[in-house]
């Protein structure tokens, strides 16, 4: 919390930055700095006076430039807000709201995506979404991050206002009458003292994107003839229920969407049996971490009683370890990439070398199908092969909800295992699946917090657990324009591209801008364009093909979608066969995308249907730095 004399020590420490800049440039336009731009919006702060109340309430009552009704969580909030006493208690009350209401967004979700342009401080907001009973789109909370506290504010503030909305009622909002109402006027307009307008801004773009690809995404599925999703999911269950040994296995993880899938098959009469896989590393990493998975269990085994006395069936949990599996399939990859320099994804592996995988073989004799709460969709059908014989072939569908929609995580699974799949949420939104959990099922966990972060780390840092295998190697961090060492680094693979926490570098703000692997170098700028090089150009090897290989050879091309990371963002592109030798794809995207890295899975879309995904190893921008024998040479670029 900022006390008054704290605040005003910084205000007078800006000015006199302020004042000892001027001197040293007397005869130059001034280029202002972040904290002389802070001092002055600071002493504006100070300066004014909180006797507008009456003014802005009376503002508030005699209309707005908005025709949208506000809920009454935002008329609370204004009344805190303007019956504060002064413009400074009024910041710190809006400081005070974020630290309660604010949605904290998982750094692993603080990308360039969720980046919000026009702020002076690092800030970054994912809005979500949910669709109401008449079928329309508003927006549900923002999930925020800032350095700046009043930033957090300004993000709290809008996620309150904000909710309920939906485009058309966001695109009328006027920010200026709203802050005049809430007496926050010459706090928080300024793009550079929060970012207002900016993260509207914002947040209106991520509708615009989630509403395109639902459109879309109905559109394919009339187009291509799909069953709307109720139907594909009951096409489903109704072949399960013919089949007489078609008792489920269910991956019970103790959140809520898991706990919906099992209660769903349980509704339509279908035997199940829970399983808990103990994945954590708590064993060998107990002195880095607390037991992640007692929570778990305990909510996993509520909802089993829950069910078992609202159905009159018994459903006792078994505890399935598969930590060795989990070390040997998954850890040592991510250690691997990781001391090679590359992005790994140990959630995409997870689900083909795990839970469809080892867990699989495990209890595979016993049960045919194994049922998750992944958000996704599978539809069967026949083939013929070339032989004459008549095959089963499954196909992986988007979900409903395009935010949610996991199945870039489920790209490398393979027909074997696609075909013994069950995704019984795969047809609801997010929403709908709380409220199945909270009103129809009455599960004990139903308002539980989703997972965030890589699946076998728990709590665990991710920069804990690297130092764990590979322990810290001393090296130099590097300007990358003149090659001047700044100070040093534990070891390269606690980086990436594009961070900037961490570097503990003076005169900054810094962001890495590349590594050299072989010499243990961290190039760092303050130019965001040293990294930010976006590209439209990459390969791929090992593509993992769900159904049919494509058999193209010269310049055919697969028309389809493309995502390099998990979210609703898909951009159209085109694939074709590249003169690298092996099975190596060049992907050519119709627009630029930033954040693209070695180790990063693409994954491939043809309408609604996911096709397939492979590993990036060569970005377009990376092509400088290879030599034209390398590329000629058809070995693996691994």
Known sequence: MFSGPLLERGHRKGLAK???FE????????????????????TRLLSSSGNHN???????????????????????LRARLCSAPSAKSRVLALMDHASVCLEPLAPHERTELTRVHGCASATFAKALFEEGNNGNISVRCIQGFSDSRLSKGILALLSTVLHGMTLSEIQSL??????????????????????????LRHVESQMRVFLEQSRRLEDTQNSCGFHRQSELLEARISNLSTDAQAEIAVLLSGGVDSAVAMARLLEKGLKVQPFYLKIWLEDELVDLNSCPWEDDIRHAEQVCSTLSRRYDV????????????YWNRIVRYTVDEAQAGRTPNPDVMCNSRIKFGAFLDSVGKSFRYVASGHYAQVQTGMMTAASGERLSVAHLLRSRDPVKDQTYFLSQLSQEQLLRAVFPIGDLMKTEVRMLAREHFELPNND????????????????????????TRTGSIVEAESGRILGAHRGYWF????????????????????KDIENNLVFVSRNRSAYESDTSVFYVENVNWIGIKPKISGTEKILCEVKIRHGPR?????????????DSWLVRLRERESGIAPGQFAVFYVGNECIGGGVIVLASRELAFRSADQLATGKSLY
């Not at 001197?23 to 600071?42: C, M």
């Not at 928080?188 to 993260?199: C, D, K, N, T, Y």
């Open 18 to 20: 302020c004042s000892k």
């Open 23 to 42: 001197q040293r440039r007397p005869k130059e336009p001034l280029r202002r700095s972040r904290f002389t731009r802070r001092a002055q919006l600071l």
């Open 54 to 76: 009456t003014e802005n309430v009376e503002h508030f009552q005699h209309g707005w430039k908005s025709d949208v009704l506000f809920s009454s969580e935002v008329e609370s």
């Open 174 to 199: 006027h920010l200026g009458s709203l802050f005049d109402a809430l007496c926050l006027r010459h706090i928080a307009l300024s793009p550079r003292m929060g970012g207002a307008s900016g993260i």
């Open 314 to 325: 018994k459903l006792q949990l078994e505890m399935l370890s598969l930590q060795d599996e």
């Open 448 to 471: 539980r917090p989703d997972s965030q972060g890589i699946c076998f780390l728990g709590k665990l840092k991710f920069d804990q657990f690297l130092e764990h295998y590979l322990g």
């Open 495 to 514: 980086y990436t591209v594009g961070q900037r926490r961490g570097l503990a570098l003076p005169g900054g703000p810094w962001y890495v801008a590349g």
């Open 570 to 582: 898909a951009v159209k592109g085109e694939l074709s066969r590249a003169d690298l030798g092996g």
